[in-house]
């Protein structure tokens, strides 16, 4: 038996023309269309213990409210296909909800605001998160001093 074999340019030109799919997002086998018609009771049963607790036992406070409201009067300025303004705050302890999906939030890291807009991976996480509040240590630099200065010298 004789079998064709392809030559190496069609085999590549067949595999580069497959187009990626991308995967749909469902958080906890939900889609995210249907994250957003849920009651808070539904929500707060696909969220994991800690943040369920937050959300039973206390509810939710006045600032974080005030907040949600604040996000809610970015996005319905910023029409259908523009960013929502940026609001900036110190909650660093929100849960991230359906709701606050695709805005941009500034969160307080102790020093300045991070810009982070919110995406649907984010979900169940805390703003917090994402805005780091120290400055990552480059080590194996050199420091005061270049060369031999670099080490300890008394006052």
Same mark, same amino acid.
Request: aromatic fraction near 8%; glycine fraction near 8%; proline fraction near 5%.
């Given at each position: 038996?004789?079998? +064709?074999? /392809?030559?190496?340019? %069609?085999?590549?030109? %067949?595999?580069?023309?497959?187009?990626?799919?991308?995967?749909?997002?469902?958080?906890?086998?939900?889609? $995210?269309?249907?994250?957003?018609? $849920?009651?808070?009771?539904? $929500?707060?049963?696909?969220?994991?213990?800690?943040?369920?607790?937050?959300? &039973?036992?206390?509810?939710?406070?006045?600032?974080?409210?005030?907040?949600?409201? +604040?996000?809610?009067?970015? +996005?319905?300025?910023?029409?259908? *296909?523009?960013?929502?303004?940026?609001?900036? &705050?110190?909650?660093?302890?929100?849960?991230?909800?359906?709701?606050?999906?695709?805005?941009?939030?500034?969160?307080?890291?102790? +020093?300045?605001? &991070?810009?982070? *807009?919110?995406?649907?991976?984010?979900?169940?996480?805390?703003?917090?998160?994402?805005?780091? &509040?120290? /400055?990552?240590?480059?080590?194996?630099?050199?420091?005061?001093?270049?060369?031999?200065?670099?080490?300890?010298?008394?006052?």
């Amino acid at each position: 038996m004789v079998r +064709k074999v /392809k030559s190496k340019k %069609s085999l590549i030109s %067949s595999v580069g023309s497959k187009k990626k799919a991308f995967k749909k997002f469902s958080f906890r086998g939900v889609d $995210l269309k249907n994250l957003f018609d $849920l009651t808070n009771e539904q $929500l707060v049963k696909l969220l994991n213990a800690r943040a369920r607790r937050r959300f &039973t036992v206390r509810g939710l406070q006045r600032k974080p409210l005030a907040f949600l409201k +604040k996000l809610r009067k970015a +996005k319905k300025e910023a029409g259908p *296909e523009n960013k929502p303004e940026l609001v900036k &705050t110190h909650l660093r302890n929100m849960i991230i909800i359906p709701e606050m999906i695709g805005s941009m939030v500034g969160v307080y890291n102790g +020093k300045s605001f &991070t810009a982070v *807009e919110i995406k649907p991976e984010m979900l169940g996480h805390y703003l917090g998160e994402f805005s780091i &509040t120290y /400055k990552p240590v480059g080590h194996g630099r050199p420091g005061m001093f270049m060369g031999s200065n670099a080490r300890y010298t008394p006052l």
